[in-house]
C-alpha cells in the first residue's frame, strides 16, 4: 500500500475505486465498505483508494481537549487495517478549517475529479462539504452506499466501540471491531512492587493518543520483540500503595526477560473485575492469584485463539 499527502504529483493514474470517509477504530460497520469495493476492484480490474484525514475532523468545531486528539487505533495499526483491507493507495489531507468550508461542490473539483474513478463506495450516513452534500452530488460517477451494519439491534459505529471501550466492555468492543482492541506503548520504569510480591509488571507507557479501558484488571496478551505472550494487566492507579498517577500495567506470564525501552502492544480480551483497594499485601497477592487463575482458564477454554 502506498501512503501520500493528496497531491496531484502523488495520484495514481490507473482506474480506481474511491472509498470515503474517516474511519476510525475500521470495525465492522466500515469493513463493509471495503468488502464492497474489493468486490468492484475485481470486476473492474481497478485498485482501491481511500482518501481520509489522518486526525478527527471533530478538532476543527469544538473546543480543544486532550480527548478530541484520542483514536481507536495507533497510525501504524490504522495502515495495517487499511492494508488488510485490501487498499492500494491511502491519500491523506488535512482536515482545517480552510477544508470545513468547501462545499461538496468544491470537494468533487478539488479532489475526487483529480482522481481516476471507476466507482465511488460510501457508507449510509456519509455526507461531505460544508453544504452536507450526500450521494446525489457523485451522480456523475458510478457509486454505492453501503447499507448500515448493525449488531444486537444498534448500529456498529466508532462511538459504540469507544463506549465500550471505556466501559472496560472490551470483549463487545473486540466483537464489534472484529479484531482484539490493542494499545502500543514503551516499557519503561515503575515502582517495582509488583516484583517485592511475586508479580512483576512491565509497565507500559502509551506513545499514542489512544483510549485506555476503564480501571480494571484484564485478561490480555502482549507482544514484544516479535513474541505475542499470555498475561494479565491491571489499568489503575494502585490504590493499595496511594498511588496517583494512572498506570498500565501487566504481568507477563512465563517471561522473565528485561524489557526496558521495548515497543510493547497489549492486546485486551476480557475484563477480570475493577479495581479494589486492599487493606494490606497479603489480600493483594490472594486476589492477584486468583486474576491469574481465571486468566490461565481464558486460554484453556479459548485454545484456538491465535
Known sequence: MKVNQFSEQNLDAAPTILVLGYFDGLHRGHQALFDKARELAVEKNASISVLTFPESPILV????????????????????????????????????SHFAKLTS??????????????????????????????LTQLSDYESYQIAQVSDAGEKISSTRVRQAILDG????????????????????????RGRTIGYPTANIESKNYQYLPAIGVYVVDIEVLGTR????????????????????EVNIFDFRDE???????????????GMIKFDG????????????KISREYWQLNIFRR
Open 61 to 96: 468545531f469544538k473546543k480543544f481537549n486532550e480527548d478530541l486528539l484520542k483514536h481507536l487505533t495507533s497510525p501504524n495499526k490504522r495502515l495495517a487495517l487499511f492494508e488488510e483491507n485490501g487498499v492500494d493507495f491511502l491519500y491523506l489531507t488535512d482536515f482545517t
Open 105 to 134: 461542490h468544491d470537494f468533487v473539483q478539488k479532489y475526487v475529479k483529480k482522481l481516476n474513478i471507476a466507482a465511488i463506495v460510501v457508507g449510509f450516513d456519509y455526507q461531505f462539504g460544508s453544504d452536507h452534500g450526500d
Open 169 to 192: 466492555d472490551v470483549s463487545l468492543a473486540n466483537h464489534l471491531l472484529g479484531y482484539d482492541y490493542e494499545v502500543t506503548g514503551l516499557v519503561v520504569h515503575g515502582e517495582a
Open 229 to 248: 505472550y499470555r498475561g494479565m494487566a491491571s489499568i489503575g492507579y494502585n490504590d493499595t500503595f496511594g498511588g496517583q498517577h494512572q498506570t498500565l
Open 259 to 273: 524489557i526496558y525501552g521495548e515497543t510493547a502492544t497489549v492486546y485486551f480480551l476480557k475484563r477480570i473485575r
Open 281 to 292: 499485601v497479603e489480600g493483594l497477592i490472594a486476589q492477584m492469584d486468583s486474576d491469574e
